[in-house]
């Protein structure tokens, strides 16, 4: 691990201008960043300590919606009774996400950006071939062990699959994300790998997640969040579904749907088509097989990771049934 200097920044600004500095990194909860610093992965010569700035922990949820600062840890935003009631998606996806000890440490900006676990970026000693890590260098998973791969975004650049929980849920409930003054819709945050997958999100140099905000909808006070995985505890996705959904007065008509999908996508992957598929339409279990089928339009697999195609639409059917028998 590289030696780095050590800040411990007073103000908000001060963290702006320091995290402007080149090779610079922030440090909240500090769950991803140690761990990539560990294995040389992330190499800042200047750490920028944020994790006790006050203003940024704050939880506010009204009619309008909630306000989650970036600090807040991801235990307590999980736990908050106006989040569970309003936002049970969200609420669900941290409580199935790491293990109580990280969930106790790590904050809600960190968790948005934390890293894809494919095994060739997280070990440059073993594996030089990284797009992500080392631009041009090639990408050793394309034809490499990729069962926890992406099948749907990615590209012969990078098939790596983003993987938190959080976000999806963020993204099915058009939450934004607020760099201090701008303020980006999650769905615009996390960019596809394109030629530059090194570049994973909006952030501009400077900026840093101040809070994120999701609006109050009768979609998301009757949401849920569903994570399949390969063991029932403290893994991540194999493949994972949130949905919002508002039901008309008889209990059956779908008057407005949200779906988005993790585990399976190189982003936090939003289902516009199974939305329309079913916005309007009864609550059947044969429409609902039919429009999850398009969850995974596009989708393009590398072998091991072909079961995902299989997958993705099961927990997106699953998904939406639960919470239509929930109703
Ligand atoms: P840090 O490690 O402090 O920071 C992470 C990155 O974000 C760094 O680059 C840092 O510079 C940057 N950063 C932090 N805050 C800000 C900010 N406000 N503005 C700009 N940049 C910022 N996650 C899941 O979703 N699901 C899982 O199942 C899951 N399982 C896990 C299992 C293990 C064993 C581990 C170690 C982690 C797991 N995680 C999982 C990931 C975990 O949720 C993240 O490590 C955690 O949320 C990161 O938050 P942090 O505050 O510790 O971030
Ligand atoms: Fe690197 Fe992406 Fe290829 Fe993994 S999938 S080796 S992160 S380029």
Redesign the pocket.
């Known amino acids: 691990m590289r030696d780095f200097s050590y800040l411990r920044a007073t103000s908000v600004e001060e963290a702006i201008s320091a995290?402007a500095m080149p090779a610079t990194?922030?440090?909240?909860?500090?769950?991803?960043?140690?761990?990539?610093a560990k294995c040389g992965v992330?190499e800042p010569e200047r750490v920028v300590d944020?994790?006790h700035l006050e203003g940024?922990d704050a939880i506010h949820v009204d009619a309008k919606g909630a306000t989650i600062g970036?600090?807040a840890r991801?235990s307590r935003v999980a736990s908050d009774e106006a989040i569970k009631a309003h936002f049970p998606a969200v609420s669900e996806?941290l409580w199935?996400?790491?293990?109580a000890q990280?969930?106790n440490?790590?904050?809600i900006?960190?968790?948005l950006?934390?890293?894809t676990r494919c095994a060739y970026f997280r070990d440059p000693v073993t594996f030089p071939n990284c797009n992500k890590r080392n631009p041009g260098s090639g990408c050793a998973a394309v034809t490499g062990v990729n069962r926890n791969h992406s099948v749907l975004g990615g590209n012969s650049a990078c098939i790596a699959t983003y993987?938190?929980?959080?976000a999806v849920a963020l993204t099915a409930l058009d939450a934004v994300v607020h760099l201090g003054d701008r303020q980006v819709p999650i769905d615009d945050f996390f960019l596809l790998p394109g030629s530059t997958p090194d570049k994973e999100h909006a952030?501009r140099p400077g900026?840093?997640?101040?809070a994120i905000s999701i609006p109050a909808s009768p979609v998301a006070r009757h949401s849920t969040f569903l994570k399949v995985?390969d063991r029932q505890s403290?893994?991540?996705?194999a493949a994972s579904a949130a949905v919002g959904m508002d039901l008309a007065a008889d209990g059956r008509t779908i008057r407005d749907i949200r779906v988005a999908i993790g585990g399976v996508a190189t982003k936090p992957w939003r289902l516009r088509a199974v939305e329309d598929a079913l916005r309007g339409k009864a609550l059947e279990p044969d429409t609902v097989k039919q429009a999850s089928r398009l969850a995974i339009e596009g989708a393009v697999d590398h072998g091991a990771n072909h079961y995902k195609i299989e997958l993705a639409p099961r927990v997106v059917e699953r998904a939406i049934l639960k919470l239509g028998a929930a109703a």
């Open positions: 995290a990194m922030l440090l909240a909860g500090g769950t991803t960043l140690l761990d990539l992330a944020i994790s940024l970036a600090l991801m996806a199935q996400a790491a293990s990280i969930r440490m790590a904050t900006g960190g968790n950006l934390q890293r993987p938190g929980d959080l952030m900026e840093i997640i101040t995985r403290y893994e991540f996705a």
